[in-house]
Nanobody, 115 residues
Framework: QVQCEESGGGLVQPGGSLRLSCVVS????????MGWYRQAPGEQRELVAR???????NYADSVKGRFTISRDNTKFAVYLQMNSLNPEDTAVYYC?????????WGQGTQVTVSS
């Protein structure tokens, strides 16, 4: 069973920065992608950023130029550096791992952008 554990959420003022971290444990099958999704109250979960084993990345249009996803394959970890945060970024952020069998989710970490 694969487990994803996030950390790094919190309260930040508009224009501020946060860095989310996620460490994965368990047995992973084959190539895998890691990513970050978010869900705001009353909204559907949406992709924020995703990176594959081959190093390709993709971002939601709303975060391009502000957020950066990175990964450390030696630690089975993925990170999300979030800069220039605004209130619309407020959501629960979920780490994900997709391997040959399934997609796995973390428990989520709250990010609140407010003055």
């Amino acid at each position: 069973q694969v487990q994803c554990e996030e950390s790094g959420g919190g309260l930040v003022q508009p224009g501020g920065s946060l860095r989310l971290s996620c460490v994965v444990s368990g047995t992973i099958f084959g190539n895998y992608a890691m990513g970050w999704y978010r869900q705001a109250p009353g909204e559907q979960r949406e992709l924020v950023a995703r990176t594959t084993n081959g190093g390709s990345t993709n971002y939601a249009d709303s975060v391009k130029g502000r957020f950066t996803i990175s990964r450390d394959n030696t630690k089975f970890a993925v990170y999300l550096q979030m800069n220039s945060l605004n209130p619309e970024d407020t959501a629960v952020y979920y780490c994900s791992l997709e391997d040959a069998r399934s997609i796995y989710w973390g428990q989520g970490t709250q990010v609140t952008v407010s003055s």
